[in-house]
């Protein structure tokens, strides 16, 4: 035993030896990790987490600016334009995270199965009749995005909405049977809709949703109608050109630009066309509500022209 506690007491090196190595040396250093280590490694050492004089960002930020301006491409700084309160090791962490597979971070509604795969949501609560709802945890905040979504279902005709919704918790402060009544479906949500959760919803809101006033919009798979919500007034639908619903079973793709400020349908590989035609901003994920018993398994593609 005696080596062993020898070893654990011994004092750690003396921090102001960091401050005799070169700053260029310790940079290179620190681009081993990724965002998460760096901010570890800001709130540990004042040498990388403070800035020194004569420096615009700490070590550490600068560290994480170099690995964003080394590797991001040109689509991906369109896709990530920096928010203004937002430092670099932030930017580089949204960068690591916007190429992860997406999946379904958040699930709410009693409708769900267990997930065995993290981009599959299965719900079979046809029988009670209430919507459930599940969310990626993937901002998108500039550029073009499109995902599939593919559904496999046996009925008929499927009941589900697929779209965009601000990046909020449905469930802070949010009760499922209080507030949701059971069914979370929240492009339905209004002041005369869900009153609750349309105050609680609207109060999350932030300078990073952008002047845009809508807040979740949708496609309907049973009849291909666009809906929009600003969860205050009653929601909107919207007529488009080339508007079709998908019936049964198929794959459904959505292009958010959010350059343009518009959100485009692709049914089964083939575009259908713009459903909103703008107003669109801000940062938005993507979303599924389901009420038919379906699968829908959600992946990142390039749309087709």
């Given at each position: 035993m005696q080596p062993r506690d020898s070893k654990r007491a011994r004092p750690l090196p003396d921090p102001t030896l960091l401050e005799a190595l070169d700053n260029d040396l310790l940079l290179q250093c620190a681009s081993y990790l990724d965002a998460d280590g760096l901010a570890r490694l800001g709130r540990a050492s004042a040498a990388f987490g403070?800035?020194?004089a004569g420096q615009q960002r700490s070590l550490a930020n600068e560290a994480a600016h170099q690995l964003f301006q080394w590797s991001a491409t040109d689509e991906e700084r369109r896709r990530l334009p920096k928010h203004d309160d937002e430092s670099y090791i932030g930017l580089y962490r949204a960068l690591e995270q916007f190429r992860e597979p997406l999946m379904f971070d958040v699930l709410v509604g009693s409708g769900f199965s267990p997930q065995e795969n993290p981009a599959?949501?299965?719900?079979?609560?046809?029988?009670?009749?209430?919507?459930?709802?599940?969310?990626?945890?993937?901002?998108?905040?500039?550029?073009?995005h499109f995902v599939e979504f593919a559904i496999t279902t046996g009925a008929q005709y499927a009941l589900i909405h697929l779209g965009v919704i601000r990046p909020v918790s449905m469930?802070?402060?949010?009760?499922?049977?209080?507030?949701?009544?059971?069914?979370?479906?929240?492009?339905?949500?209004?002041?005369?809709?869900?009153?609750?959760?349309s105050e609680k919803l609207r109060s999350q809101r932030t300078a990073k949703w952008g002047d845009s006033d809508i807040h979740c919009c949708s496609y309907s798979s049973y009849d291909g109608r666009c809906r929009g919500t600003d969860w205050d007034t009653?929601?909107?639908?919207?007529?488009?050109?080339?508007?079709?619903?998908?019936?049964?079973?198929?794959?459904?793709?959505?292009?958010?630009?959010?350059?343009?400020?518009?959100l485009s349908v692709f049914k089964n590989h083939i575009r259908l066309g713009v459903m909103k035609g703008g107003g669109l901003s801000g940062e938005y994920c993507w979303f599924v509500s389901a009420l038919s018993s379906c699968e829908v398994g959600m992946s990142k593609s390039r749309a087709q022209n």
């Open positions: 403070i800035p020194q599959i949501v299965t719900h079979a609560d046809a029988h009670l009749r209430v919507w459930s709802t599940a969310v990626s945890g993937h901002v998108m905040r500039g550029g073009r469930t802070n402060d949010i009760d499922l049977e209080a507030d949701w009544k059971g069914s979370v479906a929240p492009v339905c949500v209004s002041s005369d809709h869900k009153p609750a959760v009653r929601e909107t639908n919207y007529e488009w050109h080339g508007r079709e619903g998908l019936g049964g079973s198929g794959t459904i793709g959505l292009l958010l630009d959010l350059d343009e400020g518009t």
